[in-house]
């Protein structure tokens, strides 16, 4: 099962490199492929930064164990 990063960096190859699957077929004509690098340098600034904005919100939100009920 794909998980939601999975599926972002699909997108990202998508948009950016015009790959609809990073699922492997086995086939060499459908797996394989030549990529400009100012493409691959676009999907991997992409990717990045998706991970710089995951990562802020992830340390931004208080953590579940913190909250505590007071009675």
């Known amino acids: ?8 960096l699909e997108m ?3 948009e ?5 699957t990073l699922e492997p077929t ?4 459908a797996d394989f492929r030549v990529i400009g690098i100012e ?3 676009r999907a991997l ?3 990045y930064d998706l991970g710089l904005v995951t990562g802020y919100r992830l340390s ?3 953590a ?3 909250v505590h009920a007071t009675s």
């Open 1 to 8: 099962m794909k998980d939601e990063r999975f599926a972002l």
């Open 12 to 14: 990202i190859a998508s």
């Open 16 to 20: 950016t490199l015009g790959v609809e």
């Open 26 to 29: 086995g086939k060499l004509t």
């Open 39 to 41: 493409d691959l340098t």
């Open 45 to 47: 600034e992409s990717a």
């Open 60 to 62: 931004s939100q208080p």
């Open 64 to 66: 579940s164990s913190d």
